[in-house]
Nanobody, 119 residues
Framework: QVQLVESGGGLVQPGGSLRLSCAAS????????RGWYRQAPGKQRELVAT???????NNADSVKGRFTLSRDNAENTVYLQMNSLRPEDTAVYYC?????????????WGQGTQVTVSS
């Protein structure tokens, strides 16, 4: 069982930046792929970014060129750097740990952190 704790959400103006962190605890954390989802009110949950256990990252088209997902296996932590934020990025962001075959399968979820982009 993997436990995940997110931090770093908050209120930011359009064009600003935030960095979300997700610390993991449990067994064999470094063998898991990691991902971030987000869900805005009234919208479906969206997979934002994933990263394999060896550091290969992939982003959704909606955040390409603006968000960067990285991981520090020594600290069992992943970081989602979000730049050039837009109001449509406003959502609850959820950290996950899972497996990747042809698609990403989340197995554990964090509690979520709110990101609000507004002037």
């Amino acid at each position: 069982q993997v436990q995940l704790v997110e931090s770093g959400g908050g209120l930011v103006q359009p064009g600003g930046s935030l960095r979300l962190s997700c610390a993991a605890s449990g067994s064999a954390i470094s063998t898991y792929a990691r991902g971030w989802y987000r869900q805005a009110p009234g919208k479906q949950r969206e997979l934002v970014a994933t990263i394999t256990n060896d550091g290969r990252a992939n982003n959704a088209d909606s955040v390409k060129g603006r968000f960067t997902l990285s991981r520090d296996n020594a600290e069992n932590t992943v970081y989602l750097q979000m730049n050039s934020l837009r109001p449509e990025d406003t959502a609850v962001y959820y950290c996950t740990a899972g497996r990747i075959s042809t698609v990403y399968y989340p197995r554990s979820w964090g509690q979520g952190t709110q990101v609000t982009v507004s002037s």
